[in-house]
Every structure is written in C-alpha cells, then in structure tokens.
C-alpha cells in the first residue's frame, strides 16, 4: 500500500554528517508517523527517531538526542533524518518506516507497518 525508498547513507569520517531521506509513495496522503531504524550485522534492530504528522512532535533514542534531527515535509510526503558527530557505533543500515496508528511506542518495530529496504551508513574512526 506504501512504497518507501530510503536514500543518502554512504561512508563518512567519525564527527562528519549526513542526511537521509525517505520518499512514500503508492498513496495521495502522507502517514501518521514516520521513522527510522537501525540494525547492524548480529545485532537487533533498533529505534532512531520518529515524527507524527504535524512535525511537532519528535523522539529520538537516547544515543542519538543532540547528534540527530528527524524532520518531514508532507506535500512530497518525505522524511529526512539529519546526522551530525557521527560515531563508528552508528554504522548500520537505516531503514525507514512508516504507520498510520496513533498511538504511543513509536519505538517499537512492531508499530509500524511500512518499511524500506535500507540504505547503509558507514561511520571509519
């Protein structure tokens, strides 16, 4: 029902920046909430950030608070997530995600139910 197509990781300098994006599509409107995941080799995936519609509400991961800002831009029905100081422990591959619901726990995988295939970030020390 939702297409998303993330973009924007590649290989970077510990203390550099980037920024993803995530494009929806296979709708005319824009979901509820929409996020972002990370899930490096043998290890669970886990929350990021997430925003709700109206960009005014945020959660970040308390790893990434003060490092990373989610932001999203519905009339192209996009979300960006804006990485600074950039650590090798980020390196991952960062899924985008997407729900209508409205309800708490946006940080939990099983909230959202629609999903990218990834783009990977690399962060050399």
């Known amino acids: 029902q939702v297409l998303l197509v993330e973009s924007g990781g590649g290989l970077v300098q510990a203390g550099g920046s980037l920024r993803l994006s995530c494009v929806a599509s296979?709708?005319?409107?824009?979901?509820?909430?929409m996020g972002w995941f990370r899930q490096a080799p043998a290890k669970e995936r886990e929350f990021v950030a997430a925003i709700t519609w109206s960009g005014l509400s945020t959660y970040y991961a308390d790893s990434v608070k003060g490092r990373f800002a989610i932001s999203r831009d519905n009339a192209e029905k996009t979300v960006y997530l804006q990485m600074n100081t950039l650590k090798p422990e980020d390196t991952a591959k960062y899924y985008c995600?997407?729900?209508?619901?409205?309800?708490?726990?946006?940080?939990?995988?099983?909230?959202?139910?629609?999903w990218g295939q990834g783009t990977q970030v690399t962060v050399s020390s």
């Open positions: 296979g709708r005319s409107s824009s979901p509820y909430v």
């Open positions: 995600a997407a729900t209508d619901a409205r309800y708490g726990d946006y940080d939990k995988p099983v909230k959202y139910n629609y």
